[in-house]
Nanobody
Framework: VQLQASGGGLGQPGGSLRLSCAVSGRRINSGSMAWYRQAPGKQREWVATISSNNSPNYLSAVKGRFTISRDNAKDTVYLQMDSLKPEDTAVYYC????????WGQGTLVTVSS
């Protein structure tokens, strides 16, 4: 199983980025998927989950700014990040909520003016 996150880069405070996570080797359609992030010098933390019936949940710090979605046909999970803040700077990863796959390399998001 491989998890390939992409779409990161330099974002302006107040700006937007859209992350994608392409999953290969395992279908995502039957399980909940999540995004996580790891800021410099900190432990990895959960950011958002989307259930198999498309019900989302968010870390309070990103609620109202981030939107998680999924495309089961493409085995891809997305994270729309709006109203970016410097504290969103981190490497972002996706994974299955249960029976996690090996972590991918993630995608770096840097929010700075």
């Amino acid at each position: 199983v491989q998890l390939q996150a992409s779409g990161g880069g330099l974002g302006q405070p107040g700006g937007s980025l859209r992350l994608s996570c392409a999953v290969s080797g395992r279908r995502i359609n039957s399980g909940s998927m999540a995004w996580y992030r790891q800021a410099p010098g900190k432990q990895r933390e959960w950011v958002a989950t989307i259930s198999s019936n498309n019900s989302p949940n968010y870390l309070s710090a990103v609620k109202g700014r981030f939107t998680i979605s999924r495309d089961n046909a493409k085995d891809t999970v997305y994270l729309q990040m709006d109203s970016l803040k410097p504290e969103d700077t981190a490497v972002y990863y996706c994974n299955f909520v249960f029976d996690k796959a090996p972590w991918g390399q993630g995608t770096l998001v840097t929010v700075s003016s």
